[in-house]
C-alpha cells in the first residue's frame, strides 16, 4: 500500500481508521444542533431531519474542495511536521493515535451523558497535549502556539456572538413582526408550523448542516493530510499536480514585484523558498539520495512555501503597502497558484472524510438533540428561538470558514438557544443545572484533552518504540 512495508501499512491504516471513527463520531455528536429546532417545532419528522442533515453535512464538506482548505491547513500548522517526519514510524504514529483517541473518548463520553461539548475544543486541546509532550520529550519547535491562540480566540468570542446575536435577532423579530404571533408560542404537541414557519426552520437546519460540514469536515481532512505526510512526505507533502516550471516562474514573477517595490524583508524568503525549490528539483529524482533526506527537503520546502504565502497574505491585506495596484495584483494570482501548492487535500481524502461525517450524522442524535430542545430552557423551543438560533450559527460557522478558523457548532448553537431563550423572557427562562453542565465541560474539555492526548502519546511511544 502506497509503498509501505506491511507493518508501516497496517499502522496507516489504524491511523486513517481512528480519524474515520473521530469524524463519525463527530458526526453523531454535532447532529443536534442541526436537527434540534426542527424536531422540536415539528417542522420535520426525526428520520427526515436527520437524513437531510447528513446530506448537507456531506455536500459542505465535499464543494470545500471548490473554495479551499483554510481550516484544514489551520490544524495541519499545529504540530511542527519538519520535525515530526524526521522520527522513526512508531515515534510518528504515537502522537497522531494519542491525539485521536483524546478526540474519540472525551467526544464519546459526553455524547454519552448528552452534553453538548465541541469537538473543534477537543481536537485542538488534543493537539496541543500531544504537542507539547512532543516538545518535551524531543525539543525542536513544539505546537504553533500563536496559530493555536488565534484558534482558542476564536472558540472564546464564538458562544458569546451565538448568546448576543440571538437575542439582537428576536428583538428585531418582535419589532418587524406585528401580526403573525405565532411564531412566538410554543408549538402545540403534534401539530406542524405553517408551511412559512417550516419553511424558514428547514432552511436554517440546512445551513447550519451545510456550514457544518464545511468547517467542521476540514478538521478532519487536516488529521488526514498529518497522517499522510507523517507516512508518506514525499507523496503528499505537496500537491499531486504541483509543477517546478510553474512555481519557479510565480517566484520570479514575485520576486520582480517585490524588488521594485522595495520589500527586503519579503525578498528573504522569496529567495528561501526558491532555494529550497532547487533543492528538491535536484534530488527528487537522484536514487542516491537517502529517503530520509528527501523527506526533509520536501517539508523544508513545504514550510517555505506556508510561510511565504501567509506573510504576502497579510502584506496585501493593506492596500497602501504597495505603491502600484498592478503591483498587488500579480503577487496576489502568483500567490494563488503558490498556495494550491500546499493547501490541498486528494479528492479520495475529501470523500472519505465527507461519507464519515455525513453518515455519522444521521446516527445518535438524540441524546444532544434532548438537551438543546428541552433542557436549556424551562419550556420548549418556540420556532421564533429555533429560527434565529440556527440563522447565527450558521452564519457564525459560515464566517469563520471563511476566515479559516475552526469554529464551535455546538457552542455557538447551544448559546444561540440560550441566548433566544433569555430573550423571550430573561434568565430565569434559562434551566441552571444545563447550563451548568454545558459549561462545565465547556471550561474542562481543554485540560482534559491535553493531558489525555499527551498521556496517551507518551505511553504509546514507549510502546512502539
Known amino acids: 500500500m502506497f509503498g509501505l512495508e506491511t507493518g508501516i501499512a497496517a499502522l496507516f491504516v489504524l491511523c486513517v481508521l481512528a480519524v474515520c471513527i473521530f469524524e463519525f463520531a463527530n458526526g453523531f455528536h ?5 436537527v434540534a429546532t426542527v424536531i422540536y417545532t415539528g417542522s420535520l419528522k426525526p428520520t427526515y431531519a436527520i437524513v437531510w442533515s447528513g446530506l448537507w453535512n456531506f455536500i459542505g464538506l465535499f464543494l470545500s474542495s471548490f473554495w479551499g482548505y483554510k481550516v484544514a491547513m489551520g490544524i495541519v500548522s499545529l504540530l511542527p511536521l519538519n520535525d515530526l517526519v524526521l522520527l522513526s514510524t512508531g515515534e510518528s504514529v504515537s502522537l497522531v493515535l494519542g491525539i485521536l483517541l483524546s478526540g474519540i473518548v472525551w467526544n464519546l463520553g459526553t455524547w454519552y451523558f448528552g452534553i453538548p461539548c ?3 475544543h477537543t481536537l485542538i486541546g488534543s493537539i496541543l497535549g500531544g504537542g507539547v509532550v512532543f516538545l518535551m520529550i524531543h525539543g525542536g519547535d ?6 493555536a491562540s488565534e484558534i482558542g480566540l476564536s472558540l472564546l468570542v464564538s458562544p458569546l456572538i451565538g448568546f448576543s446575536v440571538t437575542i439582537l435577532l428576536m428583538y428585531v423579530l418582535r419589532r418587524l413582526i406585528k401580526t403573525k404571533k ?3 408560542k410554543e408549538p402545540e404537541l403534534g401539530t406542524r408550523p405553517p408551511a412559512w414557519i417550516r419553511a424558514i426552520l428547514i432552511t436554517t437546519c440546512t445551513l447550519v448542516s ?6 467542521d469536515g476540514q478538521k478532519g481532512i487536516g488529521l488526514m493530510l498529518i497522517i499522510l505526510i507523517t507516512f508518506m512526505p514525499i507523496q503528499f507533502a505537496l500537491n499531486s499536480e504541483f509543477d517546478y516550471s510553474k512555481s519557479l516562474e510565480s517566484l520570479n514573477k514575485i520576486e520582480i514585484v517585490l524588488e521594485k517595490e522595495n520589500k527586503a524583508d519579503l525578498l528573504v524568503n522569496v529567495n528561501e523558498t526558491k532555494a529550497n525549490l532547487e533543492k528538491f528539483q535536484l534530488t527528487k529524482n537522484d536514487s542516491i539520495v537517502p529517503n530520509q533526506d528527501k523527506k526533509k527537503i520536501i517539508v523544508e520546502l513545504r514550510t517555505s512555501i506556508s510561510k511565504l504565502n501567509k506573510k ?6 493593506n492596500p497602501t503597502s504597495m505603491d502600484s495596484k498592478a503591483n498587488a495584483e500579480i503577487v496576489s494570482s502568483e500567490l494563488t497558484y503558490l498556495k494550491n501548492d500546499v493547501e490541498y487535500s486528494p479528492k479520495w481524502v475529501t470523500i472519505m472524510i465527507a461519507l464519515c461525517l455525513g453518515l455519522g450524522t444521521m446516527i445518535g442524535w438524540k441524546r444532544i438533540a434532548i438537551t438543546i430542545g428541552e433542557k436549556i430552557g424551562k419550556r420548549h423551543m418556540t420556532y421564533a428561538e429555533g429560527a434565529t438560533a440556527e440563522l447565527t450559527a450558521a452564519a457564525t460557522i459560515g464566517l469563520s ?13 447551544s448559546s444561540g438557544v440560550a441566548g433566544a431563550m433569555t430573550a423571550s423572557k430573561g434568565v430565569k427562562n434559562l434551566q441552571p443545572d444545563t447550563i451548568k453542565s454545558i459549561a462545565i465541560a465547556w471550561i474542562l474539555t481543554l485540560p482534559v484533552t491535553m493531558l489525555m492526548a499527551g498521556g496517551f ?9
Open 30 to 34: 454535532d447532529t443536534a444542533n442541526a
Open 118 to 120: 465541541s469537538s473543534s
Open 142 to 147: 513544539g505546537p504553533n502556539w500563536q496559530k
Open 182 to 184: 405565532q411564531i412566538f
Open 210 to 215: 451545510f456550514f457544518h460540514g464545511n468547517n
Open 312 to 317: 504576502l497574505t497579510v502584506e496585501l491585506k
Open 401 to 413: 470558514s471563511g476566515f479559516g478558523l475552526p469554529v464551535s457548532t455546538t457552542h455557538v448553537l
Open 457 to 465: 502519546y507518551y505511553l504509546l511511544q514507549l510502546l512502539l518504540k
